[in-house]
Nanobody
Framework: QVQLVESGGGLVQAGGSLRLSCAAS????????MGWFRQAPGKEREFVAA????????LYSDSVKGRFTISRDNAENTVSLQMNSLKPEDTAVYYC?????????????????????WGQGTQVTVSS
C-alpha cells in the first residue's frame, strides 16, 4: 500500500499560485492512478484532479479546469498540483489519494470510492 504525505499549502492572495506536492513511500507508487481532493469548511469533500498511473491522461473538475495542473514524477515517487489563478472559493484542505487498484485508467477517478488510501491533507487559504 502507498503511504502519502502532502505539503506545499499556505496562504495566498486571490489570483496567486501555489504548488502542492504529495510524497509517496513504497515500491509500487508508479502502479496507481493518483488524485487530489479538497474539503472546505462546512462542505463535502470534492474531486479536484487525477492522473493515470503512468502519467499522460488527466481528469479535472469543471471548477479547476484551465487553472490547475496535475503531474507526477514516478522516478521521485511524487504527484503535484500546480494551482494558478486561485480564488477564495479554492480555500480548503487538499488531500492526495491513491487508486484502490493498480494499472487502472481514469473512468472512476472522479469518485472518492475509486481511492484506497489518503494523505493527511494540507491547508490552502486564498484571501480576497
Amino acid at each position: 500500500q502507498v503511504q502519502l504525505v502532502e505539503s506545499g499549502g499556505g496562504l495566498v492572495q486571490a489570483g496567486g499560485s501555489l504548488r502542492l506536492s504529495c510524497a509517496a513511500s513504497g515500491r509500487t507508487f508508479s502502479r496507481y492512478a493518483m488524485g487530489w481532493f479538497r474539503q472546505a469548511p462546512g462542505k463535502e469533500r470534492e474531486f479536484v484532479a487525477a492522473i493515470r498511473w503512468r502519467g499522460g491522461s488527466t481528469l479535472y473538475s469543471d471548477s479547476v479546469k484551465g487553472r490547475f495542473t496535475i503531474s507526477r514524477d514516478n522516478a521521485e515517487n511524487t504527484v503535484s498540483l500546480q494551482m494558478n489563478s486561485l480564488k477564495p472559493e479554492d480555500t480548503a484542505v487538499y488531500y492526495c489519494a491513491a487508486d484502490r487498484l493498480t494499472f487502472r485508467d481514469l473512468g472512476l477517478s472522479g469518485q472518492e470510492r475509486a481511492y484506497g488510501n489518503w494523505g493527511q491533507g494540507t491547508q490552502v487559504t486564498v484571501s480576497s
